[in-house]
């Protein structure tokens, strides 16, 4: 069954666009690659614009990663060039990131999440 992770990162407002590029320089390679393989089902990163979470001097970032198991997912977690990118992030932001993840119980795909949780989507 697949597994489903989720993490919402919380940025500094003034770090934001650093994160985005170097988001988009390090790690989106390597979803594409474990895309490509098959070791990565979906993997959306969304800035999050409203909740009850709403501040001025962070910005709030949703991950969702779906995997086939938990083999892709540590794969993708021992990854070198993961590890390497996290350390840059971590400045970015004012509080430790925690995650969640667990075995995906059913599709979103009827709501049309892969659309929302696009890095392509203009709003990011």
Known sequence: MAQANAIVLRI?????EDFEQ????????????????????KARLARIEYGTEERDDVLLYLIYAEVPGMAEHSEHDQDPRFNEFLKRPASFSP??????????????????????FSWSDSSI
């Open 22 to 41: 170097l988001f988009e320089a390090e790690e989106l390679p390597l979803w594409d690659e474990y895309s490509a393989s098959g070791k990565f089902l």
């Open 95 to 116: 509080s430790l990131l925690p995650c969640s993840g667990g075995a995906s119980s059913s599709s979103a795909d009827r709501w049309r999440w892969t659309d929302w």
């Open 12 to 16: 500094r407002a003034d770090a934001a």
